[in-house]
């Protein structure tokens, strides 16, 4: 049940905004990092950060979006920090979908790789190309959450595809 919560205290704002979005945001973390651990973390750093704006005038008008935004933004964060370390998970679950002929080993490794190009991209291809395919968000959609309008968000989606084919090209001509 969503509430409106214009008419309500921030305290009790950031209550419903959680029990409302929690399970988004931690889908949408849980797809970028392939990791429930990551996913639960990112889950946390969010509205933990939603909380420390209560204490200040940043609090946002459009807390839907912020959460979008934090999320992604979040996720890339932890993916570059790990591509640093040289860390990544082979999970044993996923919710991208890839063709049933890939060996699940293989399906991992193209997952891996595709994380590993959505960090090399700029911050609004990734945001883009994530929020389309991802989390399955129209233009539309997408342009209002992020603030933008339809035409940077069409020119974004064509780049980030034109990046990762690229970079997915090679990785799969290797293998």
């Known amino acids: 049940m969503e509430v409106n919560i214009t008419e309500i205290p921030i305290r009790e704002k950031i209550r419903h905004l959680f029990n409302d979005?929690?399970?988004t945001v931690y889908r949408t973390a849980y797809r970028i990092t392939g990791r429930t651990d990551d996913a639960e973390d990112i889950l946390q750093t969010v509205f933990l950060k939603?909380?420390?704006l209560e204490k200040s005038v940043d609090f946002p008008e459009n807390p839907t979006a912020y959460l979008y935004r934090a999320?992604?933004?979040s996720s890339l964060d932890l993916l570059r920090r790990?591509?640093?370390w040289k860390i990544f998970s082979l999970n044993?679950?996923?919710?991208?979908s890839?063709?049933?002929?890939?060996?699940?080993?293989e399906q991992q490794e193209i997952h891996d790789q595709l994380r590993a190009a959505l960090i090399n991209l700029s911050?609004?291809?990734?945001?883009?190309f994530i929020m389309k395919y991802f989390e399955n968000m129209s233009n539309t959609e997408i342009s209002e959450i992020l603030e933008t309008s339809?035409?940077?968000i069409n020119v974004a989606l064509h780049s980030a595809r034109k990046k990762l084919k690229k970079k997915l090209f090679k990785y799969l001509e290797r293998t």
């Open 82 to 84: 790990k591509k640093r």
């Open 92 to 96: 044993e679950d996923s919710n991208l």
């Open 71 to 73: 999320t992604v933004n």
């Open 50 to 52: 939603l909380v420390q």
């Open 21 to 23: 979005y929690y399970p």
């Open 123 to 128: 911050a609004l291809e990734s945001k883009v």
């Open 150 to 152: 339809s035409n940077n």
């Open 98 to 105: 890839t063709s049933d002929h890939i060996y699940p080993v």
